[in-house]
């Protein structure tokens, strides 16, 4: 049964695979940024208002965890792609049946290992650009 009202920010977290997605280990942000460049049209004619027009978009998704190096689908996942320079399959959902997801096809462009103080967690934070088209669809 799909969520109904707000959805709960732990409930919506990144997924890496395109079959069978898994849950990327001890997310603890996770964002998705969808951009549009825009160019300009205007015409001397135009007086003192500019035109402007839609032309190629981008996409991002980026997040955060908790380093456990004997996570299943963790940092260490996330650095071999990257090291490899693969492509990564990224969705983005509750993982309800029913729910809007989104989902595509990217690479790694930024992957931070990060050990602040003495008794905090290790943390570490990834990008993916994406490369093709950000699709919507019902999990």
Same mark, same amino acid.
């Given at each position: 049964?799909?969520?109904?009202?707000?959805?709960?920010?732990?409930?919506?977290?990144?997924?890496?695979?395109?079959?069978?997605?898994?849950?990327?280990?001890?997310?603890? =942000?996770?964002?998705?940024?969808?951009?549009?460049?825009?160019? *300009?049209?205007?015409?001397?004619?135009?007086?003192?208002?500019?035109?402007?027009?839609?032309?190629?978009? =981008?996409?991002?998704?980026?997040?955060?965890?908790?380093?456990?190096?004997?996570?299943? =689908?963790?940092?260490?996942?996330?650095?071999?792609?990257?090291?490899?320079?693969?492509?990564?399959?990224?969705?983005?959902?509750?993982?309800?049946?029913?729910?809007?997801?989104?989902?595509?096809?990217?690479? +790694?462009?930024?992957? *931070?290992?990060?050990?602040?103080?003495?008794? *905090?967690?290790?943390?570490?934070?990834?990008? +993916?650009?994406?490369?093709?088209?950000?699709?919507?669809?019902?999990?």
């Amino acid at each position: 049964m799909p969520t109904t009202g707000t959805v709960l920010a732990k409930n919506m977290a990144f997924y890496t695979g395109s079959t069978t997605p898994v849950l990327i280990t001890c997310q603890t =942000n996770a964002s998705l940024s969808q951009t549009t460049n825009m160019f *300009e049209t205007t015409c001397k004619d135009a007086g003192a208002w500019g035109a402007q027009q839609p032309g190629v978009k =981008n996409w991002t998704a980026s997040g955060e965890g908790l380093l456990a190096f004997s996570a299943t =689908n963790g940092y260490t996942v996330l650095w071999d792609a990257w090291n490899n320079q693969t492509a990564v399959s990224i969705v983005f959902q509750t993982g309800v049946t029913g729910d809007t997801k989104f989902s595509g096809t990217g690479y +790694i462009s930024s992957l *931070e290992l990060t050990s602040n103080g003495n008794d *905090e967690a290790v943390t570490f934070s990834f990008e +993916i650009t994406g490369s093709g088209a950000l699709a919507k669809a019902t999990t």
